[in-house]
Nanobody, 116 residues
Framework: QVNLVESGGGLVQAGGSLRLSCAASGSIFSSNVMGWYRQAPGKQREVVAGITTGGKTNYADSVKGRFTISRDNAKNTVYLQMNSLKPEDTAVYYC??????????WGQGTQVTVSS
């Protein structure tokens, strides 16, 4: 069982920045692929960014150049630095963890609202 707790969401004006954090417990964090997803009202959940155990990252085209995912294995935490935020980034952001055995876990989500 993996427990994921997100924090750092909030209300920000367009062009602003936020940093999301996801603290993980219950498994060997360094062995897990980590990711961030988001779900806007009326839309399906979509992947935002991912980071492998080796630190390789990938991003959705819509956030490339603006968002940065990183991980601190010593703190069992994954981060999402979000810069140049746009109103269309408004969504509930979810932390995701995939264990070495292929089991997927989700956090409870944190709301990000970007005002125009």
């Amino acid at each position: 069982q993996v427990n994921l707790v997100e924090s750092g969401g909030g209300l920000v004006q367009a062009g602003g920045s936020l940093r999301l954090s996801c603290a993980a417990s219950g498994s060997i964090f360094s062995s897990n692929v980590m990711g961030w997803y988001r779900q806007a009202p009326g839309k399906q959940r979509e992947v935002v960014a991912g980071i492998t155990t080796g630190g390789k990252t990938n991003y959705a085209d819509s956030v490339k150049g603006r968002f940065t995912i990183s991980r601190d294995n010593a703190k069992n935490t994954v981060y999402l630095q979000m810069n140049s935020l746009k109103p269309e980034d408004t969504a509930v952001y979810y932390c995701n963890s995939v264990t070495s055995g292929g089991i997927m876990y989700w956090g409870q989500g944190t709301q990000v609202t970007v005002s125009s």
